[in-house]
């Protein structure tokens, strides 16, 4: 299905561009199969009929793809930030570690089952105790800068204390997480925004206008929460 915001193919299932297009045409295909696209920019239709698009849908269709893009940006930056060390023990650490399982690249958590023992030590027991190997490997080869403690049955990770050089080099990236998801938010608002252009003549008077100020406060919100989720991660690194 066509994602209008995108102007790609989308998971759910509204009505397309072209389907809203149509409007009450018939379904004969008829006279208008042969017409020639529109080549004026009169409401700038950049080559669409917009005499017959849906505007109401479009403004509904617009509103919920760019919530969802947005929401979704910020979710990806949160996720990212919760697979950085902190130094309490957060299995959301091992969550980018893969390890070879059978000739394939498969997720630590799919492979051992891992707890929390204390606050500074995670336990990683694998499901296949003939994965220990692999397992302990995986984790020597990624970038948590932990030497894992394999005892045949079980890896126990033990996270030291980090110190401040490293705290303070954790929140830039934090701050590189924030920027790179604030980005994405304003690119799906930029989206919004040709779409509303492409089409403007299918909206009443006001419904422009209203559209832009709604997409608008969309991007504040969501880059108000990015901005939260940065202030509340990098405090939580910097405390001792």
Do not use: W
């Amino acid at each position: 299905m066509f994602c209008l915001v995108t102007g790609r193919l989308a998971q759910h299932r509204r009505p397309s561009v072209a389907t809203l297009a149509k409007g009450k045409k018939g379904k004969g295909g008829g006279g208008d199969s042969d017409a020639a696209p529109s080549k004026g920019k009169g409401g700038k239709g950049g080559g669409k009929d917009t005499e017959d698009v849906d505007g109401d849908a479009i403004e509904k269709e617009a509103k919920t793809d760019a919530e969802n893009r947005m929401k979704k940006a910020v979710q990806v930056m949160a996720d990212t930030m919760n697979t950085l060390r902190t130094g309490r023990a957060n299995p959301a650490i091992l969550d980018r570690i893969s390890v070879e399982y059978y000739g394939a690249m498969t997720p630590l958590k799919q492979v051992a089952s891992i707890t929390v023992p204390d606050s500074t030590t995670l336990s990683i027991a694998p499901f296949d105790p003939s994965a220990i190997k692999d397992i302990e490997r995986a984790i020597n080869e990624s970038d948590l800068g932990i030497n894992p403690m394999n005892d045949g049955e079980k890896i126990r990770l033990g996270l030291p204390q980090l110190t401040t050089e490293r705290r303070k080099d954790l929140v830039k990236q934090v701050n590189k997480y924030s920027e790179e998801a604030k980005i994405a938010v304003r690119n799906v608002r930029k989206d919004v925004m040709k779409l509303i252009d492409k089409y403007g003549d299918a909206f009443a008077k006001d419904a422009r206008k209203s559209l832009e100020n709604e997409i608008q406060k969309l991007t504040d919100v969501y880059c108000k929460r990015v901005d939260e989720l940065c202030k509340t991660k990098s405090d939580e690194l910097m405390k001792v």
